[in-house]
């Protein structure tokens, strides 16, 4: 069986490993596949993979791409892994245009090429439009909530107030004054929580003043990572719905920044980066 070729890409260190899906045309099991390369000691180790296809013909998007996270589930959308597969494109030369539309679980994504140095690539990326219902989450309520903000939810110890906003994935955001509390542990608790029927990621943010914002990241199917498009996007929308900081901010991660702008239209916009770490072949284990 021939080995299977991919590149490494990061997003301010959230790695996802980019593979076209042509490559896994003898896998079964993607999930599984995905849990064993994503291992940080027995595999090539990421935050997920981004499964790559050219659409021909399809005047709505020029590729798709899945995200699997290293759990083996799927997500609807990650904001760094669409990232990095775009710049994998244009690494390997199979995209050369200004602009490319994504197809992603969460609907079509845009996004315009602004520059490359050596192997980091900087794109501006259309997300779409936030969503905050209950039902669009989702979030298992009593009665269906038009919005989610200042909600009292109960975990072990404690009740939390969260604001809960659906990106191309449900997030949980909770507003803090510091980190010096087992933020991974509510974290880990939240993702799982019986509100949250599909999951939830989670986001801790804490505020520095209207233009500029701080995040630590639980993701759904990955755990903590240093950085996450769509929880900074996330934790921009929410801060600005609850009128803490204004519609555009730096989000700063353990990672690096990611520019963030919820426009008045609703359209929301990320500005990151996604740098090549290496490509290889990987011996399958199926």
Known sequence: MNPIKFCKFHGFGNDYIVVEKDELQTISDIGEFTTQICHRNTGVGGDGIALL???????????????????????????????????????????????????????????????????EFWFLAELGKPKFTSVEIPFRSDEFLERITNYELRVTDRILPITAVNVGNPVCVIFVEDYKFDWRKIGAEIESHERFPERTNVVFVKIHDRENIEIKIWE?????????????????VAAAFTNKSNRKVAVYAEGGTTEAFWREDDEMLITGSAELTFCGEWNLKM
């Open 53 to 119: 296809e050219k659409l021909n013909g399809n005047d709505e998007a020029d590729y798709s791409c899945r995200i699997i996270n290293p759990d083996g589930s799927e997500a609807g959308f990650s904001g760094n892994g669409t990232r990095c597969a775009v710049a994998y494109l244009y690494y390997k030369n199979l995209w050369t245009d200004k602009k490319l539309k994504l197809e992603t679980k969460s609907g079509i994504k845009n996004y315009d090429f602004l520059s490359r140095e050596e192997n």
């Open 220 to 236: 759904r199917g990955a755990g903590e990572t240093s950085s996450s498009g769509t929880c900074s996007i996330a934790a921009a």
